[in-house]
């Protein structure tokens, strides 16, 4: 049965910075629902060889939980989701990828060795990707309303969404993941394509980003790198 596609699951995030039991939880939901699309039950779990690609396994700490997790399947097997994107992309082939979406990560094979960099999660990582961008952009929206800088479309639109409330903004910030600054990604796109000076910055300073992390890749040896990821398509101009 290599390479047949039997049944397909969509579930919420598995990132394993926010929690291996919840990693899990998700994990296991999503395989009920492939196992269901395939005409099978979950009762087959147990001659499941399980794959994973999450976000998060970068820290040996959630590397080490993962795969010591008492787990339902026959079999598991995890990496991060970079690498199984890198293979992906090249066809298990040499090569590079970039992920840019609510995250970041850069990640190289080559021969029997891989090199990973940065996606070490939202609080001290993720140079580039759609959650700091997101929150650079509420960041700026607040430091307009304190007239710390020149009121911009942008700002006056992010305000908007909290009723020109600061306090509701930062009470909203103790509590949100990274998927929900991130949310604000193509309002920001939108107003940088409608020549916003504030948006414009903010991508250009994103896209700074992403070419210093392809030069880092080209420094490794990499011949091929891939984009992947919501904010790839829509950074390249």
């Known amino acids: 049965m290599a390479g047949v596609e039997l049944g397909v699951g969509v579930a919420g995030s ?4 926010l929690g291996v039991d919840a990693a899990f939880h998700e994990i296991v939901k999503v395989t009920k629902i492939a196992v269901l699309d395939a005409g099978l ?8 060889y399980a794959g994973l690609g999450l976000a998060g396994l970068s820290l040996r700490r959630d ?18 989701d970079a690498y199984i994107a890198c293979l992906g992309a090249h066809q298990g082939q040499d090569g590079g990828v970039l992920i840019i979406g609510t995250g970041s990560c850069r990640l190289l ?22 959650a700091q ?19 911009s479309g942008l700002g006056t639109a992010l305000m908007a969404h909290f009723n020109e409330n600061p306090e509701s903004l930062v009470t909203w910030s103790e509590t949100v993941t990274p998927k929900s600054y991130g949310s604000f990604v193509p309002e920001i796109i939108g107003h940088a394509i409608n020549k916003d000076e504030a948006a414009i910055a903010l ?21 091929k790198i891939a984009l992947i990821g919501g904010l790839a398509e829509p950074i390249l101009p």
């Open 14 to 17: 598995a990132n394993t910075t």
């Open 41 to 48: 039950t979950d009762q087959c779990f147990g001659r499941i």
């Open 203 to 223: 991508v250009n300073s994103t896209a700074n980003n992403k070419e210093r992390m392809i030069l880092m890749l080209v420094s490794k040896g990499a011949a």
């Open 109 to 130: 094979i080559m021969g029997n060795r891989s090199v990973t960099v940065g996606g070490w999660g939202y609080l001290m990582s993720d140079l580039g990707s759609g």
């Open 133 to 151: 961008l997101g929150r650079s952009a509420l960041r700026g929206a607040l430091e307009e309303y304190d007239a710390l800088l020149p009121r």
């Open 63 to 80: 590397y080490e939980a993962v795969n010591s997790y008492h787990h339902p399947f026959a079999e598991l097997s995890a990496e991060t």
